[in-house]
């Protein structure tokens, strides 16, 4: 009691909150943001090996075209998730239904798939592999167009969640108020809920966009499974392909080349989108009347609900049907890889909480500072680095590349933290922003010291959120390849066990290896399935208390 | 209970705004003061400076003598009630009153009589147990009211406490609100934007524009004798003219506002022949109609008024209930605003001739503010 009340009096000394702020952002620039970006150095410092590669086209060749395979991926994706995101945000904000619930947890649910379990789900649905006994719709699609397919299923809940957040907030006044002076709900939602929304679409490009982007394990099976995975590459499976922290000059070029390129598409699709204008004088009244009317908006709905059944949800369940035909699973080695994962997962999501609410506090009591915009644009940073590039930077920043036992898990842990942090900090920053400042300060001037003031009101009230980003950053954590792969090889999480029993299936031309990755990553999905329930169960009890 | 001493207090916000500007101020013990400014005169900063949620830039506050540099917000004994009550939506209403007793951590049995008396006498005994989102807003601000006296603070400071109840209740509140904070003794400090408001509960009103305190007194003394012209019509309407002083005459002043419109006021202590301004609450304005009964303002007042000073025609009457306000079309001057007792109604239809009149004790004078009428009397 007297360490609490010690700790207490202590927060009334504004220079010890300073300095526990300054520790704060130190361990966040020194252990999250700093390791993530260190392989750009490399280039300055490591030139040899750099300009080696620069000059040997061959591999340019090979290194251009799986930067342009990521990219123009990761555009074609994002493009498509807005088109049919938007009419199905629209149908879960707008609209009520019976199954408005159901229709919202299933969108979910691919989020809690890990990737890499999606890879395999995907091409079992659209093509047939070599040596799958599940039957599938056989077509022979190219490396590109299924890696498509693939990339929409993960992307796409992110964009819709998104764009239906920023929609809830925007007011149908708004449109009623256009349509009463005599616009058509086309032409109101043109050129009045349409230009508001663009802090959504930011938020849900810059999402999509960075998890397609860095996506290794879903993409890497995938190709495995279609036999490609030496002749078609994205960047992160580049560099998973091709040898993971080894420091060679071609991990270098991808992982540069990657990072900038990542990190200019977020200034340029927020500069682009923010000073984006629709304009509001252009309208064409007939057409607006027309299409608001009768068979259009019916097929628009139509058509976004069509793409998400068939392109979405059917594909990912289709692991499930593995369960038709058991196979037998390697328990302990399961169990094994099962015990890392959560491990990793565990201590990656504590250091966020602990060093992500401090920073989340911050952010959102400072709006509109100079200090904090920054520290607001930092915490991006990690989300938007394709994290098989993050992953080889933090083992070369700690000098762990290709380390083994221990250290390995250790390092493993540090990167899941950079790609996991943000998440939490976004959350709870959110829920921050939310609270009454009011609150607090009453508390203090009630008599509660700063840090009572906290624990007794605000963090009883964010609560909710905290638990839910908490359970955001370990799904995401335990579904991770592509991190895990580029700093070592040596540490077995579920995802990378996953990944080795298709090689092994390949390798060998045995499909029973693939049997028993599907019942791996059915168990894993029912690990992350209970998680994502806990935050619905969470959230909802939060709204019931707000 | 402290005296609290607000010396040259300075406050700039990052943009060069001084929310406060060499603020002073002292609140006497006990003492139920209404701090009346116009949206962004500085009010809630000079509060949250007093309680210490904002560090002054300069300049000190003062507890009974004691400079509160250094002092932490949650030793200073003051508390705060927030226009939005800040109810913690964690807790009941039990839980959010006994608050600070178990913060503080006084005996239980101290705790839980304190408690029921603070909730009995601010009648919420029957909802104890409901959370603040089950509570109506008069509700709210009482479980507030509970909770801010039964701190043990010394200090009550209330930002706009008020604001956002209906404007029926915000009335019958407002009387409850103050018999209840003296009866508890304390040193009251009440931010508020609303004229009515102040008038009623303020032992004395301190007027506060552009972070400065421009006059401080009872409600009487501001309203009938105004520092500035802006006081004039912020506290109560007023009618105000522009004119070159003229000269005093026996126990009044005369003012020229133009050419052959000569008004009398109170004697002043201006030069002949210097830029002046003349306020005159509208209702101690009188328009009397021309041909009609001779008007007497104050009818057990002696002395009737004087004759008119200038003639318009009306332009509008107002039915206000009680009252009537009659909008006066002057030649040269505008609209002249008159509030009258709604007996009257009947006598004035619009485009009516009539004379505009008042004594001379009702009207203010002023020297011209440096930087013009206009700008005087702006109310942002």
């Known amino acids: 009691m007297s360490l609490v009340a010690a700790f207490n009096r202590l927060s009334d000394n504004a220079g010890v909150r300073k300095a526990w702020l300054g520790l704060v952002c130190a361990i966040f620039v020194c252990i999250i943001i700093v390791p993530s970006v260190f392989v750009v150095t490399k280039v300055f410092t490591d030139w040899d090996l750099v300009s080696g590669v620069l000059g040997d086209s061959a591999k340019m060749r090979v290194i251009g075209g799986a930067v342009w395979n990521s990219f123009s991926i990761a555009f074609i994706v994002t493009i498509v998730d807005v088109l049919v995101g938007l009419p199905i945000a629209w149908i879960l904000v707008r609209k009520s239904f019976r199954g408005k619930r159901a229709l919202d947890t299933l969108l979910d649910m691919p989020l809690a798939f890990p990737t890499a379990v999606l890879g395999l789900s995907v091409v079992m649905f659209w093509g047939a592999p070599e040596g799958v006994t599940i039957p599938g719709l056989g077509l022979h699609l190219s490396p590109y167009v299924m890696i498509i397919l693939l990339h929409f299923i993960f992307t796409y809940p992110y964009m819709v969640r998104s764009l239906s957040a920023i929609l809830e907030q925007i007011e149908p006044n708004y449109e009623t108020a256009a349509m009463t002076l005599g616009a058509s709900r086309l032409t109101a939602v043109r050129t009045i809920t349409l230009p508001l929304f663009r802090a959504g679409l930011v938020t849900g490009i810059t999402l999509c966009f960075a998890r397609s982007l860095s996506e290794t394990g879903g993409t890497y099976i995938a190709l495995t499974l279609m036999g490609s995975q030496s002749s078609f590459f994205t960047g992160p499976t580049y560099i998973a392909e091709n040898g993971g922290s080894v420091l060679s000059g071609e991990m270098i070029v991808i992982s540069v080349i990657m990072i900038l390129l990542a990190l200019f598409l977020l200034v340029a699709v927020k500069g682009i989108i923010g000073h984006f204008h629709i304009n509001a004088t252009k309208v064409w009244p007939q057409v607006g009347r027309k299409l608001s009317r009768g068979a259009a908006p019916k097929a628009k709905d139509g058509l976004a609900l069509a793409f998400m059944v068939l392109i979405i949800l059917l594909p990912s369940f289709y692991i499930f049907t593995y369960l038709s035909e058991p196979a037998s699973v390697d328990t302990s080695a399961l169990l094994g890889s099962i015990g890392i994962s959560f491990l990793v997962a565990g201590v990656a999501v504590v250091f966020d909480i602990v060093f992500g609410i401090p920073l989340a506090l911050y952010i959102a009591r400072h709006h509109g500072s100079k200090p904090a915009a920054v520290l607001d644009e930092l915490v991006n940073i990690p989300l938007i680095i394709p994290t098989t590039a993050l992953g080889l930077s933090l083992a070369l920043f700690w000098g762990g590349a290709n380390s083994t036992g221990a250290v390995a898990v250790v390092l493993v842990i540090l990167g899941h933290i950079s790609f996991t942090y943000p998440l939490v900090v976004r959350n709870i920053t959110g829920a921050v922003e939310e609270v009454d400042p009011a609150m607090e300060e009453t508390a203090q001037t009630l008599g509660a010291k700063p840090l009572q003031a906290f624990t007794k009101i605000l963090f009883p009230i964010i609560k909710p959120s905290v638990i839910a980003g908490a359970i955001l950053a370990f799904t995401r954590s335990l579904g991770e390849t592509g991190a895990t792969v580029a700093i070592s090889g040596a540490v077995n999480t579920v995802p990378v066990y996953i990944v080795n029993l298709v090689k092994s299936g390949q390798k060998l031309a045995d499909p029973s290896y693939y049997a028993q990755a599907a019942m791996c990553s059915i168990v894993l999905i029912a690990i992350c399935f209970v998680l994502m329930f806990a935050v619905r169960i969470i959230m909802h009890r939060g709204e019931d208390h707000a | ?380």
């Open chain 2, 1 to 380: 209970m402290p005296e609290i001493v607000l010396e040259n207090l300075v406050k700039e916000y990052s943009g060069g705004i001084r929310a406060s500007d060499e603020l002073s101020l002292t609140i006497h013990d006990g003492e139920y003061l209404c701090l009346l400014g116009p949206t962004g005169a500085g009010k809630t900063t000079a509060l949250r400076m007093i309680c210490g949620l904002t560090a002054p830039d300069s300049g000190r506050v003062l507890f009974d003598g004691q400079d509160l540099a250094g002092i932490p917000i949650s030793e200073r004994r003051a508390t705060m009630l927030s226009q939005s009550y800040a109810l913690f939506p964690n807790m009941d209403v039990y839980h959010n009153v006994v608050f600070s007793p178990v913060i503080k951590r006084w005996s239980e049995e101290d705790t839980k009589q304190l408690a029921r008396s603070m909730i009995d006498m601010v009648h919420m005994g029957k909802k104890v147990k409901n959370y603040p989102r089950e509570l109506s807003g008069g509700q709210q601000q009482r479980t507030a009211l509970a909770r801010a006296m039964a701190s043990d603070s010394k200090v009550l400071l209330l930002d706009e406490p008020l604001r956002a109840l209906d404007a029926r209740l915000r009335i019958e509140l407002r009387k409850e609100l103050k018999s209840m904070v003296k009866e508890m003794g304390l040193t009251s400090v009440h931010v508020t934007h609303d004229q009515d408001e102040a008038m009623e509960v303020a032992d004395r009103i301190a007027i506060i524009r552009h972070g400065r305190i421009i006059q401080v007194g009872t409600p009487k003394e501001i309203f009938q004798n105004p520092a500035t012209p802006f006081v004039a019509n912020f506290l109560g309407r007023s009618n105000i003219f522009a004119g070159k002083f003229v000269g005093n005459d026996a126990g009044h002043s005369v003012i020229e506002l133009r050419d052959g419109i000569r008004v009398k006021a109170r004697p002043a202590d201006l030069e002949p022949g210097q830029e002046a301004v003349v306020a005159v609450k509208v209702g101690s304005t009188v328009p009397e109609l021309v041909g009609g009964v001779k008007d007497v303002q104050d009818s057990h007042l002696p002395d009737t008024l004087p004759d008119g000073y200038f003639t318009g025609n009306v332009e509008r009457v107002l039915y206000e209930g009680s009252t009537i306000t009659i909008e006066t079309n002057v030649k040269g001057l505008g609209i002249v605003s008159a509030q009258r007792s709604s007996r009257r109604f009947e006598y004035y239809k619009p485009g009516s001739r009539v004379i505009v009149t008042w004594q001379p004790a009702k009207a203010s004078v002023f020297p011209m503010p440096e930087s013009g009428l206009a700008q005087e009397m702006r109310l942002d």
